[in-house]
């Protein structure tokens, strides 16, 4: 199994395996890139790598259009 295939669960209590592809920084904020394990799927996820006040991780969703925006020209970038 590789080190970067993450699993989770769904609202249903499915577990879903998503491949961790990159990691990258955008102004100052880590981000992570994940995409599911089906080649034929086109969809990728995007969250932000912020720390509870304990300094735990938490993944989180991108709320602003620019904030995902620039993180995603700066993956665009890695690609390419």
């Known amino acids: ?12 209590g499915n577990t879903i ?19 599911p394990l089906d080649e034929n799927a086109e969809d990728e996820y995007i969250y932000r790598v912020d720390s509870d006040k304990d300094g735990n991780k938490e993944w989180n969703i991108i ?10 020209k700066e993956y665009k970038k890695l690609l390419y």
């Open 63 to 72: 709320e602003e259009d620019k904030e995902f925006l620039e993180v995603k």
């Open 17 to 35: 395996e998503l491949e961790l592809v990159a990691e990258l920084y955008v102004n100052k904020n880590k981000y992570v890139v994940l995409a």
């Open 1 to 12: 199994m590789k080190d970067n295939i993450l699993k989770f669960k769904d609202q249903e």
